[in-house]
């Protein structure tokens, strides 16, 4: 009985720690996406205002 419970212990353990580390990459894609996002935003605006300053 008690190797039953220690059992599910680390079963439950090892599932937060996996979770863990999975939310943990997951914001720093999501940091690195935002961004990027922001970036290519940005350069497509100032691609796109010096190509109206230009004339086309």
Same mark, same amino acid.
């Given at each position: 009985?008690? @190797? ?6 680390? %079963? /439950?353990?090892?599932a937060?720690?996996v979770? $863990? +580390? @999975? ?6 894609? %999501? /940091?690195?996406?935002?961004v990027?996002?922001? $970036? +290519?935003?940005?350069?497509?605006a100032?691609?796109r ?8």
């Open positions: 009985m008690v @190797l039953k419970v220690l059992g599910g212990v680390l %079963l /439950v353990w090892l937060f720690t979770l $863990g +580390a @999975l939310f943990q990459f997951l914001t720093w894609a %999501l /940091v690195i996406g935002a990027a996002f922001v $970036g +290519a935003a940005a350069y497509t100032v691609k205002r010096n190509r109206r300053a230009l004339g086309r």
